[in-house]
């Protein structure tokens, strides 16, 4: 009896260090998944073709070797994703006098679609004073970016960043711009075409959702 009992005794502690072993294996992979998808993340271009957009105005639009390429004028391509509260960022490049802009929070315009987009922009430009990296509200520079960092036919890093109404804009890494405004709630990223004959070149372009579950 005194052999049983001990026996009972020692499966019992065997069977508890298994299962505790396969609880801390669970949890190891647990905590190593979430970390490798905690970023949040999300590409809206996939490189291949114009699925997730739409467009207005007189710009063309089209996918060159992966990369999202615009010309022809003035128009707006639109996202089909719609954020509140977010990041946004991608890498860009323009080519010689170029003007284009990153819009967010931005809708069509009911009484134009092709017209200027309703929302705030965060311009593309390395001429004018208003330069890149500044904040635009439509057609009006608005919030005055540190410097200008950035020139023609090279690619650029920006981000955006909006909480409530709270907006910041980074330009290859260095903060440039901070606003506050409460006009435009919600609304689709946007990328702006202006003038035949200039071209606008977006890549690695991504969103992560801030909005409160």
């Not at 905690?38 to 996918?63: P, Q, R, Y």
């Amino acid at each position: 009896m005194k052999k049983l009992l001990m026996f009972l005794i020692a499966s019992l502690v065997i069977v508890s260090c298994n299962a505790d072993a396969s609880d801390n294996t669970k949890n190891n992979s647990e905590a190593k998944i979430g970390k490798g998808n905690g970023s949040g993340w999300v590409s809206i271009f996939n490189g291949k073709n114009l699925d997730g957009f739409f467009v207005h105005g007189k710009a063309t639009w089209d996918v060159r070797d992966g990369i999202l390429t615009g010309d022809g004028g003035m128009g707006h391509i639109y996202t089909e994703t719609v954020a509140t509260d977010f990041e946004v960022k991608g890498t860009f490049r323009t080519s010689d006098n170029c003007n284009s802009g990153l819009y967010f929070r931005a809708n069509p315009p009911k009484d134009n679609v092709d017209g200027w987009p309703a929302g705030y922009e965060a311009q593309i430009d390395h001429h004018q004073d208003a330069h890149t990296g500044w904040i635009w509200l439509p057609g009006t520079p608005t919030a005055k970016a540190k410097k200008l960092i950035t020139k023609d036919n090279e690619w650029f890093k920006m981000k955006v960043r909006m909480v409530g109404e709270n907006m910041q804009v980074w330009v290859n890494g260095e903060l440039m711009t901070e606003y506050t405004d409460s006009k435009f709630a919600k609304g689709h990223f946007a990328i702006q075409g202006h003038n035949p004959g200039q071209i606008i070149e977006i890549k690695e372009l991504m969103f992560k959702d801030l909005s409160s579950k």
